[in-house]
């Protein structure tokens, strides 16, 4: 079909199914939004996981017994372990510097508590400190080791909470989807319901099935496209006043930047026109049988 009539079937498509195209476009950018939101926080999850990992170590707190003997050889077992990449011995004095650094603003945690009532520690810098728990088992109940901790383990609480907010949002996601394609269809529907002469028209000079289906589907696919366009609109708009205005007051991690907000709205808005040109093929062929 030539460009102009297909442009004109697709206005007059538009025109007579006002409300409902409006109503697609609304609940389509609802849905890519979430979706666009569910995308920024694995952004974000994959943004602080990269800050940590350089960061991250496993401390190997060592009894007050232990001997130069026992040290000297967990520090040498340490060191031939491919896991480790570096040891790094600190004594009591400045495992309590450490921690009153640490607790600066606590003084009720810092009262009563001297060098001697902290352990030195051995701490290890890990070649994957995705690998850290491995690491953790292999030292633990050593001859020297009171204990063994993941710095990685405390920040799961963290990732569980980031992880929830992303499934939340993927599931919204999922939910206004199906009002977007019951919409769709129904818009479908009464389109093709309207233009039912003009079809028979063209099946009777001999149009091939994807020359009829081609308006409607493209009526879809523009619907999907404008609320993919403002969805992404929502992600930037996101990024200026939440991110990089109330949340860029923390400094306890790094943000996720520009690209992966341009990812995620070309993501949004694919997926918008393709699921919305899907769904009008799927209508079509189910009730119009062309």
């Given at each position: 079909m030539r460009p102009g009539p297909l442009v004109s079937l697709l206005w007059t498509g538009l025109r007579r199914n006002l409300a409902m195209t409006a109503a697609v476009i609304v609940t389509v950018t609802l849905s890519l939004a979430m979706l666009g939101a569910g995308l920024l926080l694995r952004a974000q999850v994959h943004t602080i996981?990269?800050?940590?990992?350089?960061?991250?170590?496993?401390?190997?707190?060592?009894t007050d017994d232990i001997t130069a003997a026992q040290r000297s050889a967990l520090e040498d077992e340490m060191r031939r372990d491919p896991a480790v990449i570096s040891v790094r011995y600190e004594s009591k004095?400045?495992?309590?510097?450490?921690?009153?650094?640490?607790?600066?603003?606590?003084?009720?945690v810092l009262a009563g508590v001297g060098p001697d009532d902290l352990p030195a520690a051995l701490r290890l810098t890990?070649?994957?400190?995705?690998?850290?728990r491995d690491v953790v088992v292999g030292y633990t109940g050593l001859d020297g080791?009171?204990?063994?901790?993941?710095?990685?383990a405390l920040l799961d609480p963290l990732y569980r909470f980031l992880d929830a907010f992303t499934i939340g949002a993927f599931t919204l996601a999922a939910v206004q989807a199906l009002?977007?394609?019951?919409?769709?269809?129904?818009m479908i529907r009464i389109s093709a319901h309207g233009r039912r002469r003009?079809?028979?028209?063209?099946?009777l000079v001999g149009a091939s099935n994807g020359t009829i289906r081609a308006p409607f589907m493209l009526e879809s696919a523009v619907a999907g496209l404008a609320g993919g366009l403002l969805a992404g609109v929502a992600l930037v708009a996101a990024k200026v006043f939440l991110v990089d205005g109330q949340?860029?007051?923390q400094t306890a991690f790094p943000l996720f930047?520009?690209?992966?907000?341009?990812?995620?709205?070309?993501?949004?808005?694919?997926?918008?026109?393709?699921?919305?040109?899907t769904m009008a093929s799927i209508a079509l062929h189910r009730h119009l049988r062309v």
């Open positions: 996981d990269q800050f940590l990992l350089g960061q991250l170590e496993v401390v190997v707190d060592l004095q400045h495992v309590f510097d450490r921690f009153r650094h640490d607790f600066r603003g606590s003084p009720d890990l070649a994957d400190p995705r690998q850290s080791v009171e204990a063994v901790r993941d710095q990685r009002a977007s394609f019951a919409l769709i269809y129904t003009e079809t028979a028209i063209m099946k949340f860029s007051r930047g520009w690209s992966a907000v341009w990812e995620s709205a070309a993501a949004v808005v694919a997926a918008g026109v393709f699921a919305a040109a």
